[in-house]
């Protein structure tokens, strides 16, 4: 079955640090891997994803991930954060089995300080 | 192109009534999926449909229903509420060819149950 583990609840970093948010997940076939993000009183926006090829996923605001296989992990990274990053940050995986399912992680709070 | 829409945006129910909620998704969707999100419980599946037909189902009581129309919207309804029912309740639209299709969330129904 699938599962996603979010290992930070919440994050704390001054404004231009760099930052990681990290994921694993398991599951017993291949899956695809989201990074999703959800600012207050909003749904969620799609960050990246990763489907196959280039282990490295480039995505929007600036927001990359990597994908190893080996540790089960697609950890999201930012080399400078703004204020306006601060928001919650969900890492999914979806299976497909003629539908499809969605599973997310349980979310990280990204707090951005001046 | 308009995102997916949600109506309503807030709702209150007492214990024991029944409420039905209404997704309305991306021109061309054919795929809807509605999420249960929680402080407690995080962003779980509830289910998923597929040009009418629902292909997938989380783990929920048989309580929550949904279905699909002609047009792609959808409508869930939860019966005999309870409080632990009080949540924001997500919808999202995709094409719904494959796993790695991007879902396009609407802002989701906020549902109070007293």
């Known amino acids: 079955a699938q599962s996603v583990t979010q290992l930070d609840s919440q994050v704390p970093v001054f404004e231009e640090a760099p930052v990681e948010l990290r994921c694993n997940y398991s599951?017993?076939?291949?899956?695809?891997l989201f990074w999703y993000v959800q600012y207050p009183n909003q749904g969620l926006q799609l960050l990246l994803k990763y489907l196959s090829g280039s282990t490295l996923v480039k995505g929007i605001n600036g927001f990359e991930a990597e994908f190893n296989k080996s540790q089960t992990s697609f950890h999201l990274r930012k080399p400078s954060v703004h204020i306006s990053d601060t928001a919650e940050y969900f890492c999914a995986v979806s299976e497909w089995t003629g539908g499809f399912k969605t599973i997310f992680g349980a979310g990280t709070r990204l707090f951005v300080k001046a | 192109k308009a995102g997916v829409t949600q109506t309503p945006r807030y709702l209150i129910k007492t214990r024991g009534q029944q409420v039905t909620l209404s997704c309305s998704p991306i021109?061309?969707?054919?795929?809807v999926s509605w999420y249960q999100q929680t402080p407690g419980q995080g962003l779980q599946f509830l289910f998923e449909?597929?040009?009418?037909?629902?292909?997938n189902k989380g783990n929920f009581p048989g309580r929550f229903s949904g279905r699909q129309f002609s047009n792609s919207r959808s409508e869930m309804n939860v019966s005999t509420l309870e409080l632990g029912d009080s949540a924001l309740y997500l919808c999202?639209?995709?094409?719904?060819?494959?796993?790695?299709?991007?879902?396009?969330f609407g802002p989701g129904t906020r549902l109070t149950v007293l």
């Open positions: 999202a639209s995709g094409p719904g060819t494959s796993g790695y299709n991007e879902q396009f």
């Open positions: 599951s017993s076939v291949s899956v695809y």
């Open positions: 449909y597929f040009s009418e037909t629902q292909r």
């Open positions: 021109s061309g969707h054919r795929s």
